[in-house]
């Protein structure tokens, strides 16, 4: 069964662009989450997708957003690029269970798509 | 609000010691645990998870983990390190939500490995 694939693996943006980021989940999978990582804040929940539908959101500005498609693949788009999201963006896939599903939510990591601002 | 405190920021132990990495947690209710493992330019690898019951949990490559309540702790252990664990190791917790989806994460700590 192929993993969670993150699409390009590498960007170089400049300030004030924007740029969307590719996530397919594992075969199966319903819920999408984004995280950003980096050096001095660590990894961060951005937010998460289920059944097309934004389920959780994390402490970002809205120049952070999301999508998902019917087939569960999702989508990242940053607008008006600052060098401070200069980041590895991970998504992680899982099936999507509610609160007494809990297996359901073991959430499986993409290897990320580096983002460099400049 | 959840919150993951791993202390230790980087570890050096040689190969065949035991290794031991600590990770703390602030969660009103039982937490969902887990451990992952990052190897440089990687994503996060789950090494093992807990949600209830058996307070001592096995996972993949050898790696253990207890859940003690009362302490607020989910320490990793693993009784002989091979070289190939060198990475970084994250502690994390979820159940805010309801569910396991939304996950904090600790600070890290980085596993050196001496021949």
């Given at each position: 069964k192929a993993g969670v694939t993150q699409t390009p693996r590498y960007l170089i943006k400049t300030r004030g662009q924007q740029v969307t980021l590719s996530c397919s989940p594992i075969s199966g999978h319903r819920s999408v989450s984004w995280y950003q990582q980096t050096p001095g804040q660590g990894l961060q929940?951005?937010?998460?997708?289920?059944?097309?539908?934004?389920?959780?959101?994390?402490?970002?500005?809205?120049?952070?957003?999301?999508?998902?498609?019917?087939?569960?693949?999702?989508?990242?788009?940053?607008?008006?690029?600052?060098?401070?999201?200069?980041?590895?963006?991970?998504?992680?896939?899982?099936?999507g269970g509610g609160p007494i599903q809990l297996a359901k939510n073991i959430q499986y990591f993409g290897a990320g798509t580096r983002l460099s601002v400049l | 609000a959840q919150s993951v405190t791993q202390p230790d920021i980087h570890i050096t132990v040689s190969e065949g010691a035991s290794l031991e990495l600590r990770c703390n947690y602030s969660y009103g209710a039982t937490p969902y645990l887990f451990w992952y493992v990052q190897s440089p330019g990687q994503g996060l690898q789950l090494l093992l998870k807990y949600f209830s019951g058996d307070t001592l949990v096995q996972g993949i490559k050898g790696f253990e983990a207890e859940f003690k309540r009362s302490q607020s702790?989910?320490?990793?252990?693993?009784?002989?390190?091979?070289?190939?664990?060198?990475?970084?190791?994250?502690?994390?917790?979820?159940?805010?939500?309801?569910?396991?989806?939304?996950?904090?994460?600790?600070?890290g700590t980085r596993l050196q490995v001496t021949l």
């Amino acid at each position: 069964k192929a993993g969670v694939t993150q699409t390009p693996r590498y960007l170089i943006k400049t300030r004030g662009q924007q740029v969307t980021l590719s996530c397919s989940p594992i075969s199966g999978h319903r819920s999408v989450s984004w995280y950003q990582q980096t050096p001095g804040q660590g990894l961060q929940f951005l937010f998460e997708y289920f059944s097309e539908t934004q389920r959780n959101k994390g402490n970002f500005p809205g120049r952070f957003s999301g999508r998902q498609f019917s087939n569960s693949r999702s989508e990242m788009n940053v607008s008006t690029l600052e060098l401070g999201d200069s980041a590895l963006y991970l998504c992680a896939s899982s099936r999507g269970g509610g609160p007494i599903q809990l297996a359901k939510n073991i959430q499986y990591f993409g290897a990320g798509t580096r983002l460099s601002v400049l | 609000a959840q919150s993951v405190t791993q202390p230790d920021i980087h570890i050096t132990v040689s190969e065949g010691a035991s290794l031991e990495l600590r990770c703390n947690y602030s969660y009103g209710a039982t937490p969902y645990l887990f451990w992952y493992v990052q190897s440089p330019g990687q994503g996060l690898q789950l090494l093992l998870k807990y949600f209830s019951g058996d307070t001592l949990v096995q996972g993949i490559k050898g790696f253990e983990a207890e859940f003690k309540r009362s302490q607020s702790s989910f320490n990793l252990r693993k009784p002989s390190v091979h070289w190939s664990d060198a990475a970084e190791y994250f502690c994390a917790v979820g159940g805010d939500t309801g569910t396991a989806s939304k996950l904090t994460f600790g600070t890290g700590t980085r596993l050196q490995v001496t021949l």
